[in-house]
T-cell receptor, first 117, second 110 residues
Framework: GAVVSQHPSWVICKSGTSVKIECRSLDFQATTMFWYRQFPKQSLMLMATSNEGSKATYEQGVEKDKFLINHASLTLSTLTVTSAHPEDSSFYIC?????????????FGPGTRLTVL | QKEVEQNSGPLSVPEGAIASLNCTYSDRVSQSFFWYRQYSGKSPELIMSIYSNGDKEDGRFTAQLNKASQYVSLLIRDSQPSDSATYLCAVTLSGNQFYFGTGTSLTVIP
């Protein structure tokens, strides 16, 4: 149980294009989903927290107009990197929590590696 | 002071030895504690969760929680080269915020 998928697993795009990444909880309902970014040999950086049906809460320094997050259902959240530039190249990872007291853990998707040329 | 602190390492142990990973946290009302393993180029994988003081064992892994001293540790017995990874400590603090440490890099030497 507690499987989270991400799609695509990797993407290469030209500078200026937008990229959408999907995160799905396959066998549980995720009341809260998280989006992280990780640069090589660095630690996880939380970008935003999203609760189903409400606006995402972004961490300080993360541009909400550049990184659009939608959490329209209990099993799907999307991250859209708008007008991507080479400095946005990174490993993007989502995670999900069910919200039930006995399942307080975050379960991670496999990640999406974005390369912007 | 960071909410969750870990020694970044690297920590090297010989194959078959016990690897000991430590984590301290700042908020006394922390409720839940987790250890994740992250292989290079992969996403984190949950390996242990612990909610009450004491030890919790799962196979070769033992998590130890001491709320009075505000630390949580992970012991890996009979370490294998496949255990070589970065280990992330995570804590839920008051308000249900979730915080990760920066991770400890472990290398198990054959």
């Amino acid at each position: 149980g507690a499987v989270v998928s991400q799609h695509p697993s990797w993407v290469i795009c030209k500078s200026g294009t937008s990229v959408k990444i999907e995160c799905r909880s396959l066998d549980f309902q995720a009341t809260t989903m998280f989006w992280y970014r990780q640069f090589p040999k660095q630690s996880l950086m939380l970008m935003a927290t999203s609760n189903e049906g409400s606006k995402a809460t972004y961490e300080q320094g993360v541009e909400k107009d550049k990184f659009l997050i939608n959490h329209a259902s209990l099993t799907l959240s999307t991250l859209t990197v708008t007008s991507a530039h080479p400095e946005d190249s990174s490993f993007y990872i989502c995670s999900a929590r069910s919200g039930l007291p006995e399942y307080n853990e975050q379960f991670f998707g496999p990640g999406t590696r974005l390369t912007v040329l | 002071q960071k909410e969750v602190e870990q020694n970044s390492g690297p920590l090297s142990v010989p194959e078959g030895a016990i690897a000991s990973l430590n984590c301290t946290y700042s908020d006394r009302v922390s409720q839940s504690f987790f250890w994740y393993r992250q292989y290079s180029g992969k996403s984190p994988e949950l390996i242990m969760s612990i909610y009450s003081n004491g030890d919790k064992e799962d196979g070769r892994f033992t998590a130890q929680l001491n709320k009075a001293s505000q630390y949580v540790s992970l012991l890996i017995r009979d370490s294998q080269p496949s255990d070589s990874a970065t280990y992330l400590c995570a804590v839920t603090l008051s308000g249900n915020q979730f915080y990760f440490g920066t991770g400890t890099s472990l290398t198990v030497i054959p």
